[in-house]
Nanobody
């Protein structure tokens, strides 16, 4: 069992920045991938950015050049630096992870609101 806890959401103005963190905990776990997804009202949950074991990084086209995903050396915490935020970035952001044995986990979500 892996537990994911997000932090760092909030309110930002257009053009502003926010930084999200997601810490994974559990017993004897290994993660194959860890990243961020978001769900805006009335829309499906979508990938924002993901780090796959080995270091490959994938970004959604809508955030390329503005968002940066990173992780700590222990590979149990991922960060999402969000710069030049746009109103359309408003959503609940979820941390998602897949364990080495293929089980998926979600965090509880953190609200990001971009508004002037």
């Amino acid at each position: 069992q892996v537990h994911l806890v997000e932090s760092g959401g909030g309110l930002a103005q257009p053009g502003g920045s926010l930084r999200l963190s997601c810490a994974a905990s559990g017993r004897d776990f290994r993660l194959a991938a860890m990243g961020w997804y978001r769900q805006a009202p009335g829309k499906q949950r979508e990938l924002v950015a993901n780090i796959i074991s080995g270091g490959k990084i994938v970004y959604a086209d809508s955030v390329k050049g503005r968002f940066t995903i990173s992780r700590d050396n222990a590979e149990t915490t991922v960060f999402l630096q969000m710069n030049n935020l746009k109103i359309e970035d408003t959503a609940v952001y979820y941390c998602g992870a897949i364990s080495g044995d293929g089980v998926g986990y979600w965090g509880q979500g953190t609200q990001v609101t971009v508004s002037s």
